[in-house]
């Protein structure tokens, strides 16, 4: 009985990339996008390339100034990341000798990673598996760029004192600050400024975006 792999792929030219092979590159995407601590993405596809594109020199500039980058014009004025534009199918660089071969990562950040082998090039198997692996390295990117994103607004939430988060899960639950003060026996004076306090930490440009963090915040911890 054929894998489910194989039903997919029947025309797969073995000469190229095998099922194996495919494997390989599938089991890759999987774990970028499934890292326990998606602050390590970078990292994390390094490891992926050395494991299935050994290489003697990785030039990771561009990758990693990307992963630096939080420029606000991912998000529009609610903090929305924005759908990114379509672009054009694009395939490896390979240069003329066959020992740099370019890996172009498409998404929010385009950026690319250089793999350079100083005595044997790269192979026809090893450019089928930069081929099948390029296309899925911005979408996982992008991934780990929301779930990082996600993960730092619940360590806020978790730095802020007690008497904060309870103040917090409160103007969520869309109390007033009079109704709020009355509950945490506090003046509404006392709260407005637990509330400013909260903002400042957590980023938030309102009371509504506070609320949307502690919300964000609580789907993590307890979803």
Known sequence: MRTTIERQTPHLD????????????????????GLEDPRRFPEALLGELERLLPADHVDDGELRAAW??????????????RPRAPSRPRTPRLSAG????????????????V????????????????????????????????RTTEWEVAEAIRALTLREQQVLALVADGHTNRDIGLALFIEPRTVE??????????GARSRADAAAKWARGMALQFG
């Open 115 to 146: 793999l350079e082998r100083y005595a044997e090039p790269f192979g026809p198997v090893a450019v089928a598996v930069a081929d099948a692996l390029q296309p899925h390295i911005g979408p996982a990117f992008d991934h780990a760029r929301l």
């Open 98 to 113: 066959g020992h740099r071969l370019e890996l172009l990562a498409d998404g929010r950040r385009a950026f690319s990673v």
């Open 68 to 81: 630096a980058d939080r420029s606000a014009k991912e998000h529009d004025s609610a903090g929305n990341l």
């Open 14 to 33: 073995p000469e190229r990339l095998d099922p194996l092979g495919l494997r390989s590159v599938l089991s890759a995407v999987l774990a970028l996008h």
């Open 193 to 202: 400024k637990h509330v400013e306090h909260i903002r400042t930490k957590l």
